[in-house]
């Protein structure tokens, strides 16, 4: 039967608006739903503010690892507006999963020295420090119910209260040497954590709380063997090259896993399903910080100019911008004269990608329209700095991943 012409029109336009509904995803219990499961970072896009972060000024706080302080810069003049001391070596700014509090993780390994001190974003000022073991990072599960102190030299992640960080339970994580940064799963459950140390990654399970898996990076070209791993099964690994990975993001449709390695000058590409390396993309020198783009179309790549730990000025730094729909390398954005861009974060309206100059004692300004970059002096060995405000209901830390 034919039907009368309005009837198929309001047929096609239900049709066309279920086509373009977002779909959604099971969570884990107290995590807040995925709105679109097309975009993970679809709540972290311009203008979506939280009524949490209602009052906090707009400042970009710069943690410097040999000046034990934090630089304060408002982004609306691109001045140095305040500076105040922390703990020692502090290595990253995080937000807290809540949007209140941002903590400045302070690296010495063991308490007292190891530390983490809280700054009000509505005042710009720092309280009294926690101390904590080793925080050369600071996550929180995505229900918000734990924060997680990666302490680094011990090959430990701490799960701690959110707020008070007092310890709920420690997991070993022994094949994972230097592991440091980390990204989460669509629905929440799982985590994978880089490697530095043993050029891998190690995958989590957040809620059985046991570690699940690791995979052995493999650069394209160089000569592999396959041996027995710890748990008897086999595995491949490269005879005479081992990376460095360091920063990790998620794609938004939650399939790929991205990984920056500074030795191997590239972006890793992981399947998340099998857990299998699938592409490496060579993107520039020192490959380290990912950011994604606020419309969680590209992937921005800090190439910090070195593959050195401690390098020297004016490398052959930049950025490189990934498109997520086809894994492809779109635009490459350098420094003139050279620099060390390391970690940041974008701006909340996307217009700035904002990186810490490493060993150039320098705070880079990305415009991400055209790439060109401004240039802002600060302190001894500036590095996790962040932006803030950012858009988002919460993080899951780091210098602000956003959800």
Same mark, same amino acid.
């Given at each position: 039967?034919?039907?009368?012409?309005?009837?198929?029109?309001?047929l096609?336009?239900?049709?066309?608006?279920y086509a373009?509904?977002p779909?959604?995803v099971?969570?884990?219990?107290?995590?807040?739903?995925?709105?679109?499961a097309?975009?993970?970072?679809?709540?972290a896009?311009?203008g979506k503010? %939280?009524p @949490?972060?209602?009052?906090?000024?707009?400042r970009?706080?710069v943690?410097?690892?040999?000046?034990n302080d934090?630089?304060?810069?408002?982004?609306?003049t691109?001045?140095?507006v305040?500076?105040?001391k922390?703990?020692? =070596?502090?290595q990253h700014?995080v937000?807290?999963?809540? #949007?209140k509090?941002?903590?400045v993780?302070? !690296?010495a390994?063991?308490t007292?020295?190891?530390?983490?001190? *809280?700054?009000? *974003?509505k005042?710009?000022?720092p309280g009294?420090?926690?101390?904590v073991?080793? *925080?050369?990072?600071?996550?929180?599960? *995505?229900?918000?119910?734990?924060a997680?102190v990666v302490?680094?030299?011990f090959k430990?992640?701490?799960?701690?209260?959110p707020?008070?960080f @007092?310890?709920?339970?420690?997991l070993?994580?022994?094949? /994972?040497?230097g592991i !440091?940064h980390?990204d989460? %799963?669509?629905?929440?459950?799982?985590?994978?954590f880089? /490697?530095?140390?043993?050029?891998?990654?190690?995958?989590?399970?957040l809620a059985?709380?046991?570690v699940?898996?690791?995979?052995q990076?493999? #650069?394209p070209?160089?000569?592999t063997?396959?041996?027995?791993?710890?748990?008897?099964k086999?595995?491949?690994?490269c005879?005479?090259w081992k990376?460095?990975?360091?920063d990790?993001?998620v %794609?938004?449709?939650?399939?790929?896993?991205?990984? @920056?390695?500074?030795? =191997?000058?590239?972006?890793y590409?992981?399947?998340?399903?099998?857990f299998?390396?699938?592409?490496?993309?060579?993107?520039g020198?020192?490959?380290?910080?990912?950011?994604p783009?606020?419309?969680?179309?590209?992937?921005y790549?800090?190439?910090?100019?070195?593959?050195?730990?401690h390098?020297?000025p004016?490398?052959?730094?930049?950025?490189?911008?990934i498109?997520f729909?086809?894994k492809?390398?779109v635009?490459?954005w350098?420094?003139?004269?050279g620099?060390s861009?390391?970690m940041?974060?974008? =701006?909340?309206?996307?217009?700035r990608?904002?990186?810490?100059?490493?060993f150039?004692?320098?705070?880079y300004?990305?415009?991400?329209?055209?790439?060109?970059?401004?240039?802002i002096?600060?302190?001894?060995?500036?590095?996790?700095l962040?932006v803030?405000p950012q858009?988002?209901r919460?993080?899951?830390?780091h210098?602000? !991943?956003?959800?």
């Amino acid at each position: 039967m034919r039907l009368p012409l309005v009837s198929s029109l309001l047929l096609g336009t239900a049709a066309l608006a279920y086509a373009q509904a977002p779909a959604t995803v099971a969570t884990v219990p107290g995590m807040p739903p995925v709105v679109d499961a097309r975009n993970l970072y679809s709540e972290a896009a311009a203008g979506k503010m %939280s009524p @949490a972060v209602a009052g906090a000024l707009e400042r970009v706080y710069v943690p410097h690892v040999r000046g034990n302080d934090v630089w304060v810069i408002d982004p609306a003049t691109l001045k140095v507006v305040d500076r105040f001391k922390v703990g020692l =070596s502090p290595q990253h700014v995080v937000p807290s999963w809540d #949007l209140k509090t941002l903590w400045v993780a302070n !690296n010495a390994e063991r308490t007292p020295n190891g530390s983490l001190t *809280p700054v009000d *974003p509505k005042t710009g000022k720092p309280g009294a420090p926690v101390p904590v073991d080793d *925080p050369y990072n600071l996550y929180f599960t *995505p229900d918000g119910k734990s924060a997680i102190v990666v302490a680094e030299a011990f090959k430990r992640l701490d799960f701690r209260d959110p707020h008070s960080f @007092a310890l709920q339970y420690s997991l070993s994580v022994p094949r /994972c040497g230097g592991i !440091n940064h980390a990204d989460f %799963s669509i629905d929440g459950r799982t985590a994978i954590f880089t /490697c530095e140390f043993t050029g891998g990654i190690t995958k989590v399970d957040l809620a059985e709380r046991k570690v699940l898996a690791y995979l052995q990076l493999i #650069l394209p070209g160089k000569p592999t063997k396959v041996v027995k791993g710890p748990d008897g099964k086999d595995e491949t690994i490269c005879t005479v090259w081992k990376g460095m990975p360091q920063d990790i993001r998620v %794609s938004p449709d939650g399939s790929t896993w991205y990984i @920056a390695d500074m030795m =191997s000058n590239g972006v890793y590409v992981v399947d998340g399903a099998t857990f299998t390396q699938i592409d490496f993309l060579p993107t520039g020198v020192g490959s380290h910080g990912l950011y994604p783009s606020r419309d969680g179309t590209k992937l921005y790549v800090a190439n910090r100019g070195t593959t050195k730990i401690h390098g020297g000025p004016k490398g052959k730094g930049g950025v490189s911008v990934i498109d997520f729909a086809t894994k492809k390398i779109v635009a490459t954005w350098p420094i003139p004269g050279g620099g060390s861009p390391d970690m940041g974060n974008v =701006s909340a309206d996307g217009s700035r990608l904002w990186l810490s100059g490493r060993f150039d004692d320098s705070v880079y300004v990305f415009d991400t329209t055209t790439g060109a970059v401004k240039t802002i002096k600060v302190g001894a060995e500036p590095h996790g700095l962040t932006v803030w405000p950012q858009p988002g209901r919460y993080s899951l830390g780091h210098t602000g !991943n956003m959800r």
